[in-house]
């Protein structure tokens, strides 16, 4: 089909950077849209045409993935600090643990205010950079691909963690004139990327009327134990700060009904069982319906698929550090749309991308958010109900022993 280097569909990149960062004359730029995502700005008077940013694209000929049965665990970090601290169950926390001796670099994307980055630390106290997911394309994919390879030809050892888009570019641009034994790949399961745009005016109206300025968002702030209410928290400078549960967050509402992603997430090449990172990392999604043993009172909880035998391994070592055991990926599989297969674009998506650049925060939602109604509340509590699920699962194992199930490591 071609990337978009060739072929100029928006759908046909991924943004991840690896054309620029393979460009020996350092051409190509990245620069937003009007809907907020960004592509490739060829500099042509700088240009030789020599085609390396085009071998190079994922895109163009696609990124071999790992073929095979995958070993598949549930489970969630022993450490509740750590847990707590995490967005599902504390399990990269744990693999950089077992990966990162102490002359490491490890890739991951952080927050500086509503910006993502992809940075390195070589510290892995500064991991806390890391945790969390933020639901926005990170910029730096060239800058980081750059400093893994190097790196990984000075024989340190590196684990980068992204996107699987992000990862099958750095696989291109690492190429195979460069070692890889030392490099642990780490992929989050991916439902794709919002505009930004949202968010930003989101943000601005809330500094307008409280009249105090956004200072950290946390998409996914456990509070108190709700890891599947998915609560979004907002900071100000004022030391106040503003608690969204994802029923009633637009946020949530519009990206997740398809409304608002990046066009080539609507045709993800990526969303198969079949993964291109040596480790893929998600929400234990479904836990209270098939291993409700693993919900460990809704503070967060990981599926971890390892792929390649090298994450298989690693998998199996980071195991001392988890509570909760494998699973067969045909039950993961079935709560996991985003590892199944690609989910086309809303139909209204343009119509929702225009009013998102024309209107303002308020006028959107007026306009696109459903009305509070008791079709969404019931939603909500049936949703929310996992844990009384859990419970009465709980009540059934004290009556009639442990139901069959799986004991925990
Ligand atoms: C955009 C996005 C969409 C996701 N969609 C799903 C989904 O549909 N279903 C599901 O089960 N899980 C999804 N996840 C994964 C999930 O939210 C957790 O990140 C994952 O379970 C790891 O949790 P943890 O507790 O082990 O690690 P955490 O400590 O929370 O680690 C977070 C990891 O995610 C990486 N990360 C965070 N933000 C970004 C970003 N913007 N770009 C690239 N990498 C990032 C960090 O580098 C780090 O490796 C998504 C994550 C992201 C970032």
Redesign the pocket.
């Known amino acids: 089909m071609g990337g978009y280097l060739t072929n100029h569909q928006k759908s046909r990149c991924t943004a991840c950077e690896t054309c620029a960062a393979v460009c020996p004359v350092s051409a190509i730029g990245f620069a937003e849209d009007d809907e907020g995502f960004r592509y490739p700005t060829v500099d042509e008077g700088a240009c030789v045409h020599c085609g390396t940013c085009v071998r190079a694209c994922p895109m163009e000929k696609g990124v071999p993935k790992n073929a095979g049965a995958p070993l598949v665990f549930g489970g969630y970090?022993r450490d509740d600090e750590v847990?707590d601290?995490?967005?599902?169950?504390?399990?990269?926390?744990?693999?950089a643990e077992v990966w990162c001796d102490e002359d490491c670099a490890i890739?991951?994307?952080?927050a500086k205010g509503l910006e993502?980055r992809?940075s390195c630390i070589t510290d892995k106290r500064e991991?806390g950079k890391?945790?969390?997911?933020?639901?926005?394309?990170?910029t730096g994919g060239k800058q980081a691909f750059q400093k893994a390879k190097e790196h990984l030809l000075a024989g340190k050892r590196v684990l980068y963690?992204?996107?699987p888009c992000?990862i099958a570019g750095l696989m291109k641009y690492i190429g195979t004139d460069c070692p890889t034994e030392k490099l642990l790949t780490?992929e989050?399961?991916?439902?794709?990327?919002p505009s930004p745009i949202l968010m930003r005016k989101y943000v601005e109206e809330l500094e307008e009327k409280r009249g105090s300025k956004v200072t950290a968002l946390d998409y996914?702030y456990k509070d108190k134990d709700k890891w599947d209410f998915q609560v979004m928290k907002i900071d100000f400078a004022d030391g106040r700060s503003k608690k969204v549960d994802r029923w009633f967050s637009p946020f949530w509402i519009f990206w997740l009904k398809g409304l608002m992603s990046r066009p080539s997430c609507a045709d993800c090449e990526f969303r198969t069982p079949d993964r291109t990172a040596d480790i893929t990392?998600?929400?234990?999604?479904g836990v209270q319906k098939y291993c409700p043993e693993l919900y460990g009172e809704n503070k967060?909880c990981?599926?971890v698929v390892a792929s390649s035998p090298k994450g298989k391994k690693v998998l199996q070592e980071t195991k001392k550090y988890l509570f909760g055991h494998d699973l067969r990926y045909e039950d993961a599989l079935r709560y996991?749309?985003?590892m199944r297969s690609s989910a086309p674009a809303n139909p209204k998506r343009d119509e929702f991308m225009e009013d998102l650049k024309k209107l303002s925060y308020s006028e959107l939602c007026k306009k696109w958010r459903p009305r509070y109604s008791l079709k969404l509340l019931i939603s909500k509590y049936v949703w929310g109900s996992n844990r009384q699920i859990v419970f009465l699962w709980k009540i059934k194992r004290k009556i009639f022993g442990n139901l069959g199930r799986a004991h925990l490591n």
């Open positions: 970090n847990r601290k995490s967005t599902s169950g504390g399990v990269f926390a744990a693999l890739f991951g994307a952080e993502i992809h991991l890391f945790q969390k997911s933020k639901y926005s394309q990170s963690s992204g996107t992000q780490v989050v399961v991916c439902e794709g990327f996914r990392l998600g929400d234990l999604w967060g990981s599926l996991q749309s985003p």
